[in-house]
């Protein structure tokens, strides 16, 4: 059995490189599953960029939103034990998959310059900055350039009086979709080509 805590270690610089040379000298696979690059919303954008119907994507934004107060304490305590406010307070940018994954997975682009800035909590509970991080941040928003020109922006809040979300929207020279909590819908250029797209 796996000790949970060992699951929050502390992101080294050099952990990408020593991967990359395990992978290589091994011969096995690296693999990270992320449940958003199966959102019905996600997957349609992707059949639509790759149909073209996007034009060349201009923006893209993504988000998660999980409030602490939606299970995210049972979470950490089950992770951390005793100590489970030192190990909670991980800065959201260190674990963005939800998000970034769905902007990636439909454009196959990659990061390639941010800018970020954070949230500084001073919620009672004290687990920021009073964490191994000596991180003070519960929301964090990048600004992305991507290797295909275009710009994403990335939230990853915890702490946000919203019922919670993920979710995507994607702007192009020729169409856009738009997520919210009201629904999605398709556009394009002309006015008049609209999809309102509820079955997502």
């Known amino acids: 059995k796996v000790d949970p805590t060992t699951l ?65 304490y049972d979470v950490m305590k089950w992770r951390g034990g005793a100590n489970w406010k030192k190990t909670a307070g991980g800065p959201p940018m260190h674990y963005p998959t939800h998000s970034t994954s769905q902007v990636i997975s439909v454009t196959g682009a990659h990061m390639t310059a941010v800018s970020c800035q954070g949230f500084v909590d001073h919620h009672e509970d004290g687990i920021y900055p009073d964490n191994q991080w000596n991180n003070p941040f519960s929301n964090e928003s990048a600004l992305f350039q991507m290797s295909d020109d275009s710009i994403c922006r990335i939230n990853e809040f915890r702490r946000i009086g919203h019922p919670g979300a993920v979710r995507m929207s994607m702007w192009g020279t020729q169409a856009s979709f738009e997520e919210n909590r009201a629904g999605a819908v398709w556009l394009t250029k002309n006015r008049e080509e609209t999809e309102r797209l509820d079955d997502l």
């Open 8 to 72: 929050l270690a502390i992101i080294e610089t050099d952990e990408t490189p020593r991967l990359v040379k395990t992978v290589e000298k091994t011969g096995m696979l690296y693999m990270l599953g992320e449940t958003s690059y199966y959102y019905p919303a996600v997957i349609y954008c992707r059949q639509r960029f790759q149909e073209g119907a996007f034009g060349q994507i201009t923006y893209a934004e993504a988000e998660y939103y999980h409030d602490w107060d939606h299970g995210l």
